[in-house]
């Protein structure tokens, strides 16, 4: 999903042949996508077809065995701080830290973005009930994908990336 | 006991410092905030290092304090004293916190991590003790005093009565059944610490810049 409709025939994101091995085996291989911006795009494949490789790819999480990303026509190299805070994630497994509040959760968020929009998280949060005080390991699962998400949005990437989806379906959409 | 104290402070944090986010999948929440990876390393690497010197300045402040009466009539300078006041046992928790990071990152497992730097911390700290202590700096020698001719009249390990050499607190290497008397003089204690407290310090940077280096190279693309 990609925010924002400026960029005059840039895609949002651009993959060139892009690869990455484990070990002897490829986990995905010669992939080449374009996303336009604006668009909403979906990826669908069976079981260990490569699309969380593909994702961790495009957020920088993992490094291509070989082949390129760009994100809104600049090629991601290195990791920097520019790069990091043009895409937001959320993982399939909705990572958080367990022992931190939805507030403590979001004070990382604020601290480690720089573009981070306290106003979203704080409404969504008072959208969907769920109290900033709450610890983490007490919210149901689909309440921290809800945490998860927010995180990622509040980000204001311009590029948004979702893995698995489909838990999050229950929540207002923005 | 008291030996290992240091390294279980020091394995304990640094163990899980790395390893329980690649445990528990939170380094894809961690690593995908606008904070590139090896930044986000660095300054929990300077927190918790700081906590740590905190930590282990209390500690010895207060084995210190409790030691005080005892050191003044054996000295500092001892094995079983030395290792316990001044500047090394804040190194040697920091030496342990160093190795363990190292291993959190390389076996991605907290428990493990612990255990394999800690056998590597313990073995330099004995040898760096019992093999490179006693030559720090060149000993000095004597011959033997005449009350000390016959067999066992002077001592040479922690008494309260004045050693071979005379004065309290001089480190004896090779007692009066060597015919020769070396001995560290009790007036090295700092510069020993000094030295000791480096060489734990150097290794906990070798093994914490290792870790930043590692991972940013993971994260900086090749391709």
């Not at chain 1, 945490?147 to 948004?160: G, I």
């Not at chain 2, 510069?191 to 994260?219: D, N």
Request: proline fraction near 6%; charge should be positive; aromatic fraction near 8%.
């Amino acid at each position: 999903m990609t925010q924002h409709d400026a960029g005059g025939g840039v895609p949002a994101l651009r993959t060139d042949r892009l690869g990455r091995r484990y070990g002897r085996a490829w986990g995905l291989r010669d992939c080449t996508v374009e996303v336009p911006v604006g668009a909403i795009a979906g990826l669908v494949g069976p079981n260990g077809a490569g699309k969380t490789t593909l994702l961790e790819m495009i957020t920088g999480l993992l490094k291509p065995t070989e082949g390129q990303v760009s994100v809104f026509g600049e090629a991601s190299r290195a990791e920097t701080a520019q790069a990091l805070a043009r895409v937001g994630y959320v993982a399939q497994d909705h990572p958080l830290y367990r022992d931190f509040t939805v507030a403590d959760t979001f004070h990382l968020g604020r601290a480690m973005n720089p573009g981070w929009d306290q106003e979203l998280a704080a409404s969504r949060m008072d959208a969907l009930g769920i109290p900033p005080q709450r610890k983490v390991k007490s919210l149901s699962g689909g309440q921290r994908a809800q945490v998860s998400l927010t995180m990622a949005l509040a980000k204001r990437a311009p590029l948004v990336v979702l893995d698995e989806p489909v838990s999050l379906r229950s929540g207002p959409w923005p | 006991m008291a030996l290992i104290v240091p390294g279980l402070i020091g394995v304990l944090v640094g163990g899980s410092l790395i390893a329980r986010e690649l445990e528990h999948g939170t380094w894809r929440l961690a690593w995908s905030q606008s904070v590139p990876r090896a930044r986000w390393l660095a300054v929990k690497l300077a927190l918790v290092t700081g906590g740590l010197i905190v930590v282990g300045a209390a500690m010895t402040a207060v084995i210190t304090w409790y030691r005080a009466p005892m050191d003044q009539l054996t000295g500092r300078l001892q094995h079983n004293i030395f290792d316990y006041e001044g500047l090394v046992p804040t190194a040697y928790i920091l030496c342990a916190f160093g190795f363990a990071v190292l291993a959190g990152l390389l076996i991605r497992r907290s428990i493990p991590a612990m255990v394999a730097a800690f056998i590597p911390w313990l073995a330099i700290r004995l040898v760096v003790e019992f093999v490179f202590r006693p030559h720090f700096m060149t000993p000095l020698t004597m011959g033997l005093p005449a009350s000390c001719q016959s067999a066992s009249g002077c001592s040479s390990g922690i008494s309260s009565v004045p050693q071979v050499t005379g004065h309290i607190g001089d480190w004896v290497l090779t007692g009066p059944a060597a015919r020769v008397i070396t001995y560290q003089p009790a007036d090295r204690f700092w510069p020993f610490q000094f030295i000791e407290a480096g060489i734990f310090v150097a290794l906990t940077a070798v093994a914490l810049g290792a870790t930043i280096w590692l991972l940013h190279r993971r994260a900086v693309w090749t391709a």
